[in-house]
């Protein structure tokens, strides 16, 4: 992948996966997810070779990266590891709040919700570290869905 994530965006898509908040509809090389407010989704698609993620979201829309419904729908589809007790450790957590708390500051966000919840960081940060290692040897290219994002 040539433009990468920060790596707070990982956490963001354990959050999505845990709360069963990404649907694949495999046969239409498609997929919703829900935002962690729950007032948006996004739609996730991609080439029959795999080698190409169209998605609506803010940051793949507007930066250019794999926002976290991309990233999420990967570790779903086996392209990325998905550590599910990781990933439990964030359900629940809405993201789209502590974030504009944060003035997107997502690293400072990640810090207070792992804070909070009193979250040995030191084990997830590897998984979050295996993740993008994986993100960053795949050859896959991420572009803007043909829709806007959702207001």
Known sequence: MEKMPPVEKIYEAWSA??????????????????????????TVSWSDDGSVYNSNDNATYWRGYAGYPVIAVMMMQGRLPLDRLEAERYADVNWKKINTEYHNNYSA??????????????????????VMARLSELPVTVRRGPLRPPR
């Open 109 to 130: 966000a990640l810090v207070e919700i792992e804070a909070v919840r009193d979250i040995d960081t030191r084990l997830i940060t590897e998984a979050a570290d295996r």
């Open 17 to 42: 996966v845990a709360d069963g908040r990404v649907t694949i509809d495999d046969a239409a090389r498609k997929a919703t997810v829900v935002s962690s407010d729950r007032t948006r989704e996004y």
